[in-house]
């Protein structure tokens, strides 16, 4: 919840949003390689790799938006490839709130 609310109108701004969901996917990472086999329905290894990968797919889409405002050097190439990371990072997250393990959470 962090990096949502930073603001991202400048480069400061992005550059903490950035980094907020960068940690956050780091927590998730840890979450799942040590607690990944909890019983518990939101500790299942599925919602935890999807919350890690939906704070992944916010940090790069930072990355996108920091470029594509010209506050970094970046080649349109590369932002592409960037973008398109992004959006498998979001529909990973789709794939898991429509199974049966993200059933609960969309209620």
């Not at 992005?14 to 990472?29: D, I, P, R, V």
């Not at 607690?35 to 518990?40: A, E, I, L, Q």
């Not at 939906?54 to 470029?67: D, F, N, P, T």
């Amino acid at each position: 919840q962090v990096g949502s609310k930073d603001g991202r109108h400048t480069e400061q701004d992005m550059k903490e949003a950035l980094t907020h969901y960068q940690c956050s996917a780091g927590a998730f990472q840890f979450l799942h390689d040590n607690f990944g086999s909890s019983s518990c329905v939101d500790m299942s290894p599925q919602l935890i790799e999807m919350y890690r990968n939906l704070m992944l797919g916010q940090a790069q889409e930072c990355i996108v938006e920091k470029s594509l405002r010209g506050l970094t050097k970046v080649k349109n190439m590369n932002i592409s490839k960037i973008a398109m990371k992004v959006a498998q990072y979001y529909q990973s997250v789709v794939t898991v709130l429509e199974s049966n393990v993200g059933a609960p959470l969309v209620k």
